[in-house]
């Protein structure tokens, strides 16, 4: 439990781990701990195509996920990893189905959480996650697409052409860990503004109102007072304002212990987003705010 410059009470959460269930290198029981150790209040474990119920390990709270993968390996012709996360029950899938729709539905029919894994890693276009009906949230960043052979671990481009288009989903960052060497482990996550009592239903719904912002260490908060974008953070070397138009006044600012940053909004901006950078090259990102 973190209480933020608000103080706001927050859970320290990673929603994408997978173990040796699938292709990760430790336990369930050795993830959850390692997570635990590392100051985290969740960690759902999302193994391919094998659901991991709700509940406790290694002292940890565990959410209910899976990562039901579609495609091969080349992203031209469609490459759709979805995560289920909180799921009721296992989701009914027939994986021989292969369509990401079906995916969805059923995790939606499940109570679950449907979410875009690393669109930027799976090459997504913005037309292909428009096709599809109940994406509830993206991930901003994957740390695990930043390790050994692969490189594209972050999603801005994918998550302001979708919000440019109307698409604002809740921007998660999360470790998709599979190695466990140190590269890809406890790095990037939420800070979900929840009860620490609050049931599996309820951090969906928190998270779904968009109440968290995704970070690997920094603080940041985005608000609209008036006509300006205001960023409050924890101490930075920049502040960036991301929206619809390609240039703008005041949208990145550079210097030592950054705290605030106050922007004047174009009157043709539609959205707006904020990423925070610290001394130390970690980064945080706010959820995106549609202005019209």
Not at 203 to 224: C, M, N, S, W
Not at 270 to 283: L, Q, S, Y
């Amino acid at each position: 439990m973190y209480i933020d410059m608000d103080g706001v009470k927050r859970l320290k959460i990673n929603l994408h781990a997978h173990t040796t269930d699938s292709d990760g290198r430790v336990s369930p029981e050795e993830a959850a701990r390692i997570y635990r150790e590392a100051g985290y209040d969740v960690l759902a474990i999302t193994d391919h195509w094998r659901w991991h119920k709700s509940g406790e390990l290694s002292g940890l709270r565990i959410l209910a996920g899976a990562e039901y993968n579609v495609g091969g390996s080349d992203g031209a012709a469609g490459v759709y990893h979805i995560l289920g996360l909180g799921c009721a029950h296992e989701p009914e899938i027939d994986r021989e189905e292969q369509d990401p729709q079906r995916i969805l539905d059923a995790i939606h029919a499940a109570n679950g959480l449907a979410v875009l894994a690393h669109p930027a890693w799976s090459l997504n276009s913005v037309s292909q996650a428009a096709a599809l009906h109940g994406v509830e949230a993206t991930e901003i960043y994957n740390t695990v697409s930043d390790a050994h052979e692969s490189c594209r671990p972050y999603s801005g481009n994918f998550v302001d052409i979708a919000a440019g288009q109307g698409l604002t989903y809740p921007l998660l960052a999360t470790d998709d860990v599979h190695y466990y060497d140190g590269t890809d482990t406890t790095c990037s996550y939420i800070m979900l503004a929840c009860a620490p009592d609050a049931t599996d239903t309820e951090l969906l719904q928190a998270i779904r109102e968009k109440r968290f912002y995704a970070t690997q260490g920094p603080e940041v908060h985005l608000d609209i007072v008036g006509d300006e974008a205001v960023v409050r953070c924890s101490p930075a070397a920049r502040i960036t304002l991301f929206t619809n138009r390609v240039w703008g006044r005041g949208h990145s600012v550079r210097g030592e212990n950054l705290t605030e940053h106050r922007a004047k909004l174009d009157p043709t901006e539609t959205f707006i987003r904020a990423e925070v950078t610290d001394a130390n090259g970690k980064m945080a990102w706010s959820n995106t705010i549609r202005l019209k």
